[in-house]
């Protein structure tokens, strides 16, 4: 067994504070991170409060990682000690059901392997825990290859927040000639904005704040929607191709259906922990309502491959692991800009 120390929630009523805890021991396949960087994203919180009613304690949450390998076992081949990696939402999968076998590990049939709690598929009597810790070990095979010329702390939140929006605008084909709606400016909606701007697209960011017109601008936005300015929304009534909803709170979805043109998309990629309701009238103009995850393996590395090409990376506030319950109290109140990460040296 490794020996590692993080941070903890017992119960969901808990603070998490320091806790110490044991990892699976490395195997042929395995690489061991030192951890340096690890986002902070609103997900984090839901699950160190069992807001979704399947948190498994103790919780040592963190799913945005970035380290240092420390350790490579014997049939690694991808990965050599010093080289830079990264963690995402996912550490394993079936590895042979169609989706895994599609490069889709993360709508594996039986479920993927979730990067904290729950029970790690080599050894089934542990449960997995996340990044807000020293170390980290995991399967060549769901590791991501890090450059060197990325910016780490900023490259964090795109194992989360950045994939989750890459994966949709990429497979809706969202580029040149489109318009593009994204509701909702926070930790996802931020990397919606600069990714969708970057594939060439008409941008709108729709938001409930006025005063987030300036910043949106700034991330990518042509156009900024008070989805509150009833003149405003009507004056974009039918005109969008795809609207990316990133809100994880509950929120009217049909006001943004009503934007989509004949046959548009909204997808849902928030995670709001009561569900929203759908008109079928707004839905009548062959309009599609789906959701994504945050992506495979091959797609995630595509995405960091790209943003170190291209120097995109998340805006974000650095903190102090001592720091991480206040940060969870400003996630809630949207009081950050636009992702939190953990410095890990200074646990």
Known sequence: MLSAKGYAAQTPEDALAPYDFQRRQMDDEDIQLEVLYCGVCHSDIHSARNDWGR?????????????????????????????????????DSCRHCAACHDGDEHYCV?????????PDRKVPELLTYGGYSNNYVVAEPYALKVSPKADLAA????????????????????????????????????MGLKFANAFGADVTL???????????????????VV????????ANMGSFDFILDTVSAQHDINVYLRQLRRDGTLCLVGLPDQPLALSSFATAARKVVTGSMFGGIRETQEMLDYCAEHGIGADIEMIKMAEINEAFERVLKSDVKYRFVIDMASL
């Open 227 to 234: 989805s509150n300015d009833k003149a405003a929304m009507q």
């Open 206 to 224: 729709f938001t409930t704040s006025a005063n987030k017109a300036e910043d949106a601008k700034r991330l990518g936005a042509h156009q900024v």
């Open 110 to 118: 039986s479920g993927p392997t979730m990067t904290y709690g729950a």
């Open 55 to 91: 948190t498994r304690y103790p919780l040592v949450p963190g799913h945005e990682i970035i380290g240092r390998v420390v350790a490579v076992g014997s049939k690694v081949s991808k990965f050599e000690v010093g080289d830079l990696a990264g963690v995402g939402c996912m550490v």
């Open 155 to 190: 490259t964090a939140p795109l194992l989360c927040a950045g994939i989750t929006t890459w994966s949709p605008l990429r497979f809706w084909k969202v580029g040149p000639g489109m318009k593009v709606g994204i509701v909702g400016l926070g930790g996802l909606g931020h």
